[in-house]
């Protein structure tokens, strides 16, 4: 090999070399990135949407059958019926074995109608809490401000739902779960990377999530079934 040739192997074995340790470097960090949660940190504050909306007429509505009081249950009330819930067909993957002979309470969660109904009974022959009824119930169908994406499931105690819902990167996104209050339900929302987004354990049925993502992509919501009776719930998103 003359020094000429050999100069020239020495300088694409430096080349090689240099390319390959800038390329390492660069792919790690595509790598960690890509395992990055899909999440906006600090994002700017977004007035709540139609899925935290319900979720807080729920609770609201609770709070008035608990005190029995007609006014906190005709205000959730009227703050369900400013959302205008649209059914979406979704399929879960559902793993888990259902106890057998379950009992079974209510079919839905509560809605608008059955707050109104439930208010009035509450309000009994005071004129004024009747009329809030009223007017409630004439205003229910023109009083929407908000929307939602709700899909009804059936989950059968021992059992879990995994649903994948898509988001757009940058844009606010809502997330809940309302159970009928027959059993307790664990939410999990994750990204697409398995980070975890959202985490609900304790004693209720009801849970809301909002974050902003970072980039287009699905999320899967894990909701578990730990009582002993068939919960049927609303998935919403907004």
Not at 42 to 64: D, K, R
Not at 131 to 137: H, K, P, S
Not at 209 to 230: A, D, E, I, L, M
Request: charged content about 20%; glycine content about 8%; overall charge negative.
């Amino acid at each position: 090999m003359t020094t000429g040739s050999f100069r020239l192997c020495l300088l694409r074995a430096l080349c090689g070399g240099v390319l390959i340790a800038l390329t390492l470097p660069l792919r790690a960090e595509v790598a960690a990135e890509a395992k990055k949660p899909n999440l906006v940190v600090n994002a700017a504050p977004s007035a709540p949407g139609g899925a935290m909306t319900l979720v807080m007429a729920q609770e609201l509505y609770a709070i008035g059958l608990a005190r029995k009081d007609a006014l906190t249950a005709v205000t959730a009330a009227r703050l369900a019926a400013s959302v205008d819930a649209k059914p979406v067909e979704r399929s879960p993957k559902t793993d888990g074995t259902a106890l057998a002979e379950q009992p079974d309470g209510a079919d839905a969660p509560v809605d608008t109608a059955a707050m109104l109904a439930k208010a009035r009974e509450l309000a009994g022959e005071d004129e004024t809490l009747a009329g809030l009824v009223e007017d409630a119930e004439a205003e229910a169908a023109r009083s929407r401000s908000a929307s939602a994406s709700e899909t009804l499931s059936r989950l059968s105690a021992g059992q879990t739902d995994v649903w994948e819902v898509p988001f757009f990167g940058g844009s606010y996104a809502e997330v809940a779960v309302i159970g009928d209050g027959d059993a307790n339900l664990d939410v999990l929302v994750t990204d697409e990377n398995g980070n975890t987004i959202c985490y609900e354990v304790g004693w209720s049925d009801r849970m809301s999530c909002n974050f902003t993502p970072s980039w287009n992509g699905y999320f899967h919501v894990t909701v578990q079934n730990n009582g002993s009776k068939r919960n049927s719930y609303y998935l919403l998103t907004n």
